[in-house]
């Protein structure tokens, strides 16, 4: 028997004992008692019932609409298909422009080499190597077309796709990079024995010793020579870079030389890759460290950042690359944890056989690390990345001086050698240390007090022991620290403290126009994106704007990217961040589907971050979106909020204030499959019609921005 009829019938049951209590005598207490209990009881029934009625009612409508959904749904495919398209334009187009850039490039004959071209990188390489009286203004020089050739090889393999280039070019570019960097630092290592052999021409009149602070956009070189060999003397600031040094009596006495070499890039850190094991580690850079142990942060870089976390997370650097593979490589994501932690645990393990210092200096290093640092002292890059590029600070032997300009013949064999010193003890029973300011570089934002690391070269990876005594001073932009020995240094930082994401909002803004904003744990970062470029609007932290330096500029997403991550604004999450970062886990399918979709309406909805999003569980993303026709045309109630498994698109009922999570569905609203017939449903046709006219470009951009910084796995 259906409820609802059930409770007609009792309810005239109900009446029929009513009527005859009521020509019966005086109801007594208990009986009173006893009526009122079963209508309560009734009425809990009733309610009930109509609840499951209720229910019986949204199931046989949800089948309604489920079954509408199965009808529809490979028409509604082929259509979303067919917007697709668009995608694969994007990449086409992307792989034209590349081609055409390196046409020009090769009609311009400006003399710099075409770096994905052996024979012409090489010819670089090997007539610089050759050129051997190089000072240090002119290896500067030469710094900035290094340093493009390295970037470009850079971006194309972040950007350019498998169909692009074969794995055998990717491990050729690879090695070109490395190479331009060790022969960058190695040029800098000469030039600097180059000044030293006459650095007794260049002394100081005040001190008798000889200094200088040479620099440019990307590199700041200060040397000081202590050519008097005072004691007075041991200690030097120089002035116009702001770092200093105080060196232990023993060194102030000695034939020496004291380089603080900061690279704005970070050449360094990719060598960590590439001793996890994988399959790049060639000759050409290990021999030309055995001459030079000091030096082994060799080479130059910048968006080694991004070199450097591409080997080690195939899947990520997939997501940079181009269009719709994207999806795949994602999904398979998840399954790559397991990889990158196998990988970790052997370095470590390497790590452990590799680096053996000597008793005394590993002594020393305990002793110096003095419980500052209970955490394991190498460092993880995945967690913990530099900032503010590197700082290679070393004693350098002092060469015979030349007496005359001229007299170059015998100078010229020996190459650059490290002062071979060991600390002492001090008077007082202490290990002498070297005392070391650096001021902090600009352009970079420390959101903490940054980790100072040195770089081991017997493990090929960063520690913290080995450096005491740290004193961070934020408003005067200066760090100061001891160390044992000289080292290379980088001031690390949390790669993820910028995440998860608080908010995140992305809303047309002219054609082919879009505005995406982020509010990370410590700033907020607008981005603005027109056709295939985006431009950083402004970063704000703390009410202020930084980073002016980046910010006004169009560029590329992914330049946009490496240079926001450089600056140490990272809002790009890595394959492996989800182990760093407490979120939860999303199904890569809907996540990257759902940025697809976003991506081709981004010409005429909002999307926005919905608190939900939390709580819809691992298959399922929640945002929430709008029509968003004009400026100012939208309300904060407009907002809609949306449920999307990759397969099926719901509009829930549910707002940011409601009290709890329910998947209901949203009043005459239906499923669909794909995010596209969602919101056309009950868009306008002037917003379907600027969807159908977006550009590629614009599409293909929000697409890689998306992709970027993941906002709906992150936040
Ligand atoms: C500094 O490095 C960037 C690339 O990292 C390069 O584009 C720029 O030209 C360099 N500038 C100089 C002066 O070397
Ligand atoms: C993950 O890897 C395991 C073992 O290699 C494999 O059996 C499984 O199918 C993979 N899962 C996914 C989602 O690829
Ligand atoms: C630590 O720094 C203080 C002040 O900067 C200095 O006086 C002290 O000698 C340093 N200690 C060591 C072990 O270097």
Avoid at 148 to 173: M, V
Avoid at 631 to 636: H, L, N, P, T
Wanted: aromatic fraction near 8%.
């Amino acid at each position: 028997m259906p409820n609802c009829i059930k409770i007609i019938l009792t309810f005239a049951f109900l009446s029929l004992i009513a009527n005859v209590k009521s020509d019966g005598k005086k109801e007594s207490k208990k009986e009173k008692e006893k009526r009122l209990k079963a209508e309560a009881l009734l009425r809990a029934q009733q309610e009930e019932a109509e609840r499951l009625e209720r229910e019986r009612l949204y199931q046989e409508h949800l089948e309604k609409l489920e079954a509408k959904y199965q009808g529809e749904r490979e028409s509604e495919l082929a259509e979303l298909n067919s917007l697709e398209q668009k995608f694969l334009s994007a990449q086409q187009w992307k792989i034209n422009y590349r081609e055409q850039a390196k046409w020009e490039h090769y009609l311009s004959c400006d003399g710099t080499p075409d770096p994905t071209v052996p024979q012409e990188i090489n010819t670089f390489m090997s007539l610089w190597r050759d050129d051997q009286d190089e000072d240090i203004q002119l290896v500067m020089e030469k710094e900035e077309v290094v340093l493009n050739l390295i970037e470009k090889l850079e971006f194309l393999l972040l950007e350019a796709s498998p169909e692009e280039i074969t794995d055998k070019q990717r491990d050729q570019y690879q090695e070109v990079i490395l190479q331009l960097q060790d022969l960058l630092h190695q040029k800098y290592n000469d030039a600097t024995q180059n000044l030293l052999k006459i650095a007794s021409m260049y002394e100081d009149s005040e001190t008798g010793n000889m200094h200088t602070v040479l620099k440019d956009e990307n590199i700041t070189f200060c040397i000081w020579v202590n050519l008097k060999k005072k004691a007075r003397f041991k200690s030097h600031v120089f002035q116009e870079a702001g770092h200093g040094f105080e060196l232990p009596k023993a060194l102030a006495l000695s034939s020496v030389a004291v380089r603080v070499l900061h690279t704005r890039y970070d050449h360094v850190s990719p060598r960590w890759v590439q001793c996890q094991g994988l399959p790049r580690q060639e000759a050409s850079y290990s021999l030309e460290l055995a001459e030079h142990p000091e030096d082994t942060g060799q080479g130059p870089g910048e968006e080694e950042e991004e070199g450097r976390e591409e080997p080690s997370t195939p899947a990520a650097e997939e997501m940079g690359s181009n269009g719709r593979k994207s999806a795949a490589s994602l999904k398979e994501n998840s399954n790559n944890t397991a990889d990158i932690k196998e990988t970790k645990e052997e370095t470590e393990k390497n790590s452990d056989i590799l680096d053996v210092p000597s008793q005394e200096e590993d002594a020393l290093l305990q002793e110096e690390a003095g419980g500052r640092e209970e955490a394991p002292k190498a460092v993880d890059l995945q967690q913990l990345v530099p900032v503010g590029g590197v700082f290679h600070i070393s004693a350098l032997q002092l060469p015979p001086q030349a007496q005359d300009v001229g007299d170059w013949s015998m100078l010229l064999d020996a190459g650059l050698e490290v002062y071979p010193y060991s600390p002492g003890e001090a008077e007082d029973g202490t290990q002498e240390a070297v005392q070391i300011t650096l001021r902090l570089p600009d352009n970079v934002i420390y959101f903490q007090a940054p980790v100072v690391a040195r770089w081991d070269p017997a493990g090929q990876q960063w520690r913290t022991d080995g450096i005491s005594n740290i004193t961070y001073e934020a408003e005067e932009k200066s760090i100061t620290f001891s160390m044992g020995a000289f080292y290379t240094v980088a001031l690390l930082q949390d790669a993820h403290l910028n995440l998860p994401y608080q908010a995140w909002e992305l809303h047309p803004a002219g054609v082919d126009e879009g505005l995406f904003t982020v509010t990370a744990v410590f700033a907020t970062i607008q981005i603005q994106i027109k056709d295939d470029q985006c431009m950083l609007s402004s970063v704000v932290v703390e009410e202020e704007e930084v980073l002016s330096h980046i910010a006004g500029k169009w560029m590329s997403p992914f330049a946009l990217r490496a240079a926001l991550k450089r600056a140490g604004v990272n809002i790009f999450p890595a394959g492996y961040s989800s182990k760093y970062v407490p979120v939860p886990r999303k199904a890569a399918l809907a996540e990257a589907k759902a940025y697809e979709q976003m991506a081709l309406l981004a010409a005429a909805f909002a999307f926005a971050h919905s608190k939900w999003n939390g709580e819809a569980g691992p298959e399922r993303v929640v945002f929430k979106a709008r029509e968003h026709l004009t400026a100012g045309s939208a309300k904060d109630n407009d907002w809609s909020l949306f449920m999307f498994d990759g397969e099926k698109v719901q509009n829930l009922k549910l707002t940011e204030t409601s009290e709890a999570f329910s998947e209901e569905l949203e009043e005459e609203s239906e499923f669909h499959s794909t995010l596209y017939h969602m919101l056309k449903a009950s868009a306008s046709s002037e917003a379907m019609d600027k969807v159908e006219r977006a550009g590629f470009l614009f599409i293909d951009s929000v697409y890689q921005l998306l992709l970027a910084t993941r906002v709906l796995a992150y936040s």
